[in-house]
């Protein structure tokens, strides 16, 4: 069991170009989250699925989509990259929302120049 | 809103050393506590949770007690050992509030032989 991957592993982008981190999950579980790791900040939540077919914004939304057509997919689009995304993504799941624990993927750690 | 604030690092000790990590935590709900863990390079894990006032989770050593009178969380383990090495996050999951975790900073965890 795989449980939560992420692609890809990094990747170093030109500001302004368009970028979809992937995140696939094999645990069917209904929620999904996509959070940013920086220094000194910990974990931020960009967007969350409650369930396919419904996503939400978090904490920090700005210049990132989300769709969630199926259980197991969660792509985290960058529109037109700026410096500022630089960072490091983590995927995650949960069984469902509210008091269950979330498992993480490994992260993608992008550097947009 | 709800916050977690764990104690800012890096925290130092030399193998064997007794640990206590701090974590406090505000929430309009009942929420559920988490520590996890991140090893260089690599996701976050989950170390141990609790979800209810005066539960003691536990695992690998590690300890923490759900107190609801001081809203605290703090990590603890009796002897540490260099693999301990890693950043920890505490983190809370309201059930009333739904969807995501809502982590501290992290504390770095820096343990020498």
């Known amino acids: 069991i795989a449980g939560i991957t992420q692609a890809p592993t990094s990747q170093i982008l030109a500001a302004g170009r368009r970028m979809t981190l992937r995140c696939t999950q094999d645990?069917?579980?209904?929620?999904m989250y996509w959070y940013r790791q920086d220094l000194g900040l910990g974990l931020r939540l960009i967007h969350y699925?409650?369930?396919?077919?419904?996503?939400g914004k978090g904490e920090v939304p700005d210049g990132y989509s989300v769709s969630r057509a199926n259980t197991d997919d969660f792509p985290l689009t960058l529109a037109s990259a700026v410096p500022s995304q630089t960072s490091v993504y983590f995927c995650?799941?949960?069984?469902?929302?509210?008091?269950?624990?979330?498992?993480f993927g490994p992260g993608t750690r992008l550097t947009v120049t | 809103g709800d916050s977690v604030t764990q104690m800012e690092g890096p925290v130092t000790l030399s193998e064997e050393a007794f640990l206590t990590i701090n974590c406090t935590y505000t929430?309009?709900?009942?929420?559920?506590l988490f520590w996890y863990v991140q090893y260089p390079g690599e996701g976050l894990q989950l170390l141990l949770k609790?979800?209810?006032?005066?539960d003691k989770g536990s695992n690998k050593g590690f300890e923490a007690t759900y107190r609801k009178e001081t809203t605290s969380f703090h990590l603890e383990k009796g002897s540490v050992q260099v693999s301990d090495s890693a950043v920890y996050f505490c983190?809370?999951?309201?059930?009333?509030?739904?969807?995501?975790?809502?982590f501290g900073k992290g504390t770095t965890l820096s343990v020498s032989s």
């Open positions: 995650a799941s949960s069984v469902g929302t509210g008091g269950y624990e979330q498992y």
């Open positions: 645990m069917r579980h209904n929620a």
């Open positions: 699925s409650n369930t396919a077919g419904t996503t």
């Open positions: 929430a309009t709900g009942y929420p559920s």
């Open positions: 609790a979800t209810k006032a005066d």
């Open positions: 983190a809370l999951s309201d059930s009333q509030a739904g969807t995501a975790l809502i």
